[in-house]
């Protein structure tokens, strides 16, 4: 229980404060500015982007047999498992009439009968999905799980990210982190339940599976062993339904393509940050510079998720993996970050005399979930690199920013434990 003295000096706090100050500062500003802050904030001025993810997987989905060997298809709509597209078919089915034809553009498309319909159903069970994530995490407290949900939901990273483009990740977000808090319980039922949902996460977007060295760390073979089953046939059963064995093959084809460098601009993935700093200090754009960095940063943070004595970091780096090594990543994956948040937050003890990075880290994470209500910062950096194009506008680049620095605070306090030898349990 958290004592009356010394209340207010709770390291957490700084999360709350600057994320609530982030969301009604947003709120005041749309006051006087109507739409024009949503404009600028949510929608970066591309009001093309709601609903797209959805909408585009959805009308992919009623292919079935042609999907992976089709080249009219969007890039990324061919690298999802199956799994995924078995559950847009049922929303497709729920949506379109016998013969009816969702049309490719999303805008088109969400003029349908029903379409908005089936698609605010989708994500209100995506949302609960996580509430009841957050609520058996940790400490029993629905105030705190209502205050968690809430700034989480009116963040960009969920409110104009996630759940504006529709995208899958805000589904397995909360299945993960249910998951992951199941799997670790001494109830054996539950403890099956986790593995089952994190199989559905690495069959749906694959790159979760980096949470398999938990198990193997732990030395709980069987169970590591079981979540592989369980991966593998969630995986390849469903290709029944979308294309058989060619299809497989055609996947794995379009899964490969998909990592190699495409969008050089791009500092949303290692490759993209790598190969821009090596062209902004040589002047010269060395691809593979990337690819080798990428994989070097990646085994790196699988060594500090292997030797750490914190839960904490252990979840954020292997996060960091899952989140950052993929090329085809955008701003609602930062929406993972979230998982060993939630669990610090829900923590049954008071963190006092916190040390100095735990203070930096609650404040980045305040700052990136929260309303962008600082993207005229970001603005500003992206006038002053001129020529010198990253892709990404300024509402990306400030989330990013804060992002990087975030990982190296908790990667100088990993270090720090190395080199004293201190056993920690918690982030310290």
């Not at 483009?165 to 993960?176: A, D, E, H």
Request: with cysteine; net charge positive.
């Amino acid at each position: 229980m958290i004592s009356r003295r010394g209340r207010g000096r709770d390291v957490r706090s700084v999360f709350y404060i600057l994320s609530a100050a982030g969301i009604l500062l947003y709120l005041v500003i749309s006051w006087f500015e109507g739409q024009k802050a949503y404009i600028w904030m949510i929608q970066e001025n591309a009001p093309d982007i709601r609903f797209i993810d959805y909408f585009t997987h959805l009308g992919a989905a009623e292919m079935q047999g042609g999907l992976y060997q089709s080249v009219d298809i969007w890039d990324a709509a061919g690298t999802f498992p199956p799994l995924a597209y078995c559950m847009y078919l049922f929303l497709y089915r729920l949506t379109a009439a016998a013969g009816t034809v969702i049309p490719a553009v999303a805008a088109e498309a969400e003029k349908m009968p029903g379409a908005l319909h089936v698609f605010v159903y989708y994500s209100i069970l995506s949302a609960v999905v996580f509430y009841q994530a957050i609520s058996i995490t940790g400490q029993k407290s629905r105030k705190k799980d209502l205050a968690i949900f809430t700034l989480l939901m009116m963040s960009c990273v969920f409110f104009g990210s996630g759940y504006m483009t529709g995208n899958s990740t805000m589904l397995v977000l909360g299945l993960l982190a249910a998951g992951l808090r199941l799997q670790d319980s001494e109830t054996p039922w539950k403890r099956e339940a986790g593995l089952l949902l994190l199989a559905v996460c690495n069959a749906m977007k694959l790159y979760s599976a980096v949470f398999g060295l938990l198990l193997l760390k732990e030395k709980r073979y069987r169970e590591l062993a079981r979540l592989i089953l369980y991966s593998v046939l969630l995986v390849v059963l469903p290709f029944a339904f979308y294309g058989g064995i060619p299809g497989f093959l055609a996947w794995i084809r379009r899964l490969t393509e998909t990592m190699e460098f495409a969008e050089v601009g791009r500092i949303q993935c290692l490759k993209g940050l790598i190969f821009n700093a090596v062209r902004l200090v040589t002047g010269r754009e060395i691809q593979l510079a990337g690819t080798v960095g990428a994989w070097l940063i990646s085994l790196l943070w699988a060594l500090m998720a292997w030797k750490s004595q914190s839960k904490f970091r252990r979840e954020f780096f292997l996060i960091c993996i899952m989140v950052l090594f993929p090329s085809t990543v955008y701003r609602y994956t930062l929406s993972y970050f979230t998982i060993p948040l939630i669990a610090f937050l829900k923590a049954e003890e008071k963190e006092e005399n916190a040390p100095w990075h735990q203070w930096a880290v609650m404040a980045l994470y305040g700052g990136i979930f929260t309303m962008p209500v600082w993207w005229a910062a970001g603005a500003r950096l992206v006038q002053m690199l001129g020529s010198f194009s990253v892709h990404m506008t300024a509402v990306e680049l400030y989330l990013y920013v804060l992002l990087y620095v975030m990982i190296l605070v908790v990667m100088i306090a990993e270090f720090a434990s190395w080199s004293s030898g201190k056993k920690e349990a918690r982030l310290q």
